[in-house]
Structure formats: structure tokens, C-alpha cells
């Protein structure tokens, strides 16, 4: 009898286990993780255009080459720079973000670079470039900010009662939000 006793609180308790918020979680600690990998995939995809865009500027800026080799430079710390979703940690992401904002600044001289040279300028395959450039740039704020809901979906779960006495003993940690630069709070000169 003690033993049927014991089962049956063995199963009762396996029960209420399962509503316990482990398969919510877990779904949802995935879309965090497949939502990052979005987010590198749309930086990626800018590491991409950069060479072509390097290259296009080279054949008309030939005296702008620190500027050219810069860019390329930062290209190289940016792809180095590698997150995994099970790497995310605030100060993961910092060094990740530091990384890509030296590459926005660099991208920010190169652009700069072709109003010193009006031909470079009327030259389709640099407008081309360009446009994929401001395609790529708004892709990734996209992503940054689908990145930053998802995790937002994930936390509140997280956090909320009675996950939260589940999310510990199972492993579910908070995860940290994409956020500005600090330099992202100036605004830019804009002078003619």
C-alpha cells in the first residue's frame, strides 16, 4: 500500500511538473537564440557588402586610402567578434556592439569620402552599394529590435509567477537586451 502511495504522489507531482512552464520557456529561451542568429546574420551581411563598396571607392580614392584601409580594419574586428546565443551576457554583447560601432564609423568616413569626389558620386555601381549599405543598416536595427522583444517575451515568462520558482531550479536565466551605443546619444553635425 505505501508503495501505491508513493507512486501515486510520484505521478501527481510528474503532473504538475508539466505545467510548470519548462516547454514555454524552453520555446521561448529558442526564439531568443534564432532571433540573435538573425541578428548576426544581418551584420554579416553588411561585413559582406564591404569589400565590394572598398573596392568601388579604391578605383576613384586613390589618396583616401587610410580612410579605405580603416574601414577595412574594422571590417576584420567586426567578423572576429563572434556571440553565440549561449554566450549572451551583457558584457558580451558591449563588446560585440563595440565592435560593429567602430565598422558604422568607419562606414560613416567612407561614405563621407564620395563628396569629394563627384564622380564617384554619379557612378552607379557606388549607388548601388550605397543603397545595399542603408538596406543593410536598416535590416539590422530590425533585427535589434525583434531581438530585443523576443528577449522581452522570454524575461517576462522568466520572471513571472509561478515560472519563476521553475526558471532556477531548471537553468532559465534572464538574458540581456541589445542597447544603444553610448555614442548613439549625440547626434550627428550636419553642416553644408
Known sequence: MKRFLLYFVGLALLLTQSS????SMTQKEQAVKGQWANVQSAYQRRA?????????????????????????EARAKATSVQLNADQLTPENIEKFQAAQS?????????LAVSE????????????????????????????????NAITNDYN?????????????????????????DAAASKAPTVQF
Request: glycine share 6%; with cysteine.
Open 48 to 72: 559582406d557588402l564591404i569589400p565590394n563598396l572598398v573596392n568601388t571607392v579604391k578605383g576613384a580614392a586613390k589618396q583616401e586610402q587610410a580612410t579605405l584601409t580603416s574601414v577595412m
Open 156 to 180: 517576462s515568462t522568466v520572471k513571472s509567477f509561478p515560472n519563476n520558482l521553475f526558471a532556477k531550479m531548471y537553468g532559465f536565466a534572464e538574458k540581456p537586451y541589445f542597447e544603444a
Open 116 to 147: 569629394n569626389y563627384p564622380e564617384l558620386k554619379t557612378n552607379a555601381n557606388f549607388q548601388e552599394l550605397q543603397a545595399q549599405i542603408e538596406g543593410t543598416e536598416n535590416r539590422i536595427n530590425v533585427e535589434r529590435n525583434k531581438f
Open 102 to 110: 567602430q565598422l558604422s564609423s568607419g562606414l560613416g568616413r567612407l
Open 20 to 23: 510548470c512552464g519548462f516547454n
